[in-house]
């Protein structure tokens, strides 16, 4: 199963909702990742975790919430966002660990829509 | 730190012609270096990867790449484009060295294969 499947497909939600994305990946993977892809733009990395601890976050926001329970789901929590955080939020995961590259495996994304 | 360039935002071209995806690089370090691509409403397809060895590297569906190290570059061909070939590219890079399997995208290029 090389697949990373990601759930809802679709979310709407108002700006004082709280609602989470959900990621899962059954392939051993050990690295789990969240980029944010507006329209037209390159994917921007989020959050790294590495062996189920968060291992980068690039200066996001506080109202998104990362959360790796255990080594195959990877959640996303969003309370209080923005209209402009509206995009298309896609998970990806990897063996992780020390080079050589590992190749990141994506899902389909959640496309987010804040109104 | 490795930033990617990729110089033609959109590239119409016909069916069943050559194209070429022009991709620059620049790192301070050893590097990994992808071709991913999009197609609407989806998530990301790895193409193909350059991690060593020899410097022209074939994917899926047809396409190849060559890594030129003198001049930087990694751009992506394919002999004859099909329809089905519409979709986002993104060039994209890894230091030779993480250990989280980082990647840094460029800007993408648009390729409408016209019928």
């Known amino acids: 199963d090389t697949e990373v499947t990601q759930t809802p497909k679709h979310l709407v939600m108002g700006m004082t909702n709280k609602k989470s994305l959900k990621c899962e990946q059954h392939?051993?993977?050990?690295?789990m990742y969240w980029y944010k892809q507006k329209a037209k733009k390159p994917p921007e990395l989020m959050f790294v975790?590495?062996?189920?601890?968060?291992?980068i976050n690039e200066s996001v926001p506080s109202r998104f919430s990362p959360e790796c329970p255990n080594s195959s789901l990877l959640n996303l929590h969003l309370h209080a966002l923005q209209p402009e955080d509206s995009a298309l939020y896609l998970c990806a995961s990897s063996q992780g660990g020390l080079p050589p590259y590992n190749e990141q495996f994506f899902g389909p994304g959640t496309r987010l829509t804040v109104l | 730190a490795q930033s990617v360039t990729q110089l033609d935002s959109q590239v119409p071209v016909f069916e069943e012609a050559p194209v070429e995806l022009r991709c620059n690089y620049s790192?301070?370090?050893?590097?990994?270096l992808f071709w991913y691509v999009q197609y609407p409403n989806q998530g990301l397809q790895l193409l193909l990867k350059y991690l060593s060895g020899s410097t022209l590297v074939k994917g899926i569906n047809g396409f190849e790449a060559e890594f030129n190290k003198s001049q930087t570059s990694f751009h992506l061909r394919k002999p004859s484009v099909h329809i089905s070939d519409t979709a986002e590219y993104f060039c994209a890079v890894s230091a030779a060295k993480t250990s989280y399997d980082k990647v840094i995208f460029g800007p993408g290029t648009s390729l409408s294969v016209i019928p």
């Open positions: 975790y590495s062996y189920e601890k968060l291992s």
């Open positions: 790192s301070s370090v050893s590097v990994y």
């Open positions: 392939m051993g993977h050990r690295a």
